[in-house]
């Protein structure tokens, strides 16, 4: 079975920072593109930012450009999220998301949330 455990969000001042991990299993990790995707209290789906699985492309939403990082270590199957210059804005639950079939799946989600 897939299983994406996401970690490291908490509470955060404006302006802070924070790194989420993704840690994945039950596919060959190497071979897959990786999303993280985030949902605001009350509001849909926003995706945020993916990692291809080949040609080390990253991808960002406009939202944190600039502000936010993806990086991915094959070797340790992880997906990281460093997060800088937090705004209020951000607070949401992030999901790690692997989007391609037949392994497509959801972590659990980690809360960040940005308050002063």
């Known amino acids: 079975e897939v299983q994406l455990v996401e970690s490291g969000g908490g509470l955060v001042q404006p302006g802070g920072s924070l790194r989420l991990s993704c840690a994945a299993s039950g596919f060959t990790f190497s071979d897959y593109a990786v999303n993280w995707v985030r949902q605001a209290p009350g509001k849909g789906l926003e995706w945020v930012s993916s990692f291809s699985s080949g040609g080390g492309i990253t991808s960002y939403a406009d939202s944190v450009k600039g502000r936010f990082t993806i990086s991915r270590d094959d070797a340790k199957r992880t997906v990281y999220l460093q997060m800088n210059s937090l705004k209020p804005e951000d607070t949401a639950v992030y999901y790690c998301?692997?989007?391609?079939?037949?392994?497509?799946?959801w972590g659990q989600g980690t809360q960040v949330t940005v308050s002063s």
């Open positions: 998301n692997l989007p391609t079939p037949p392994y497509a799946s």
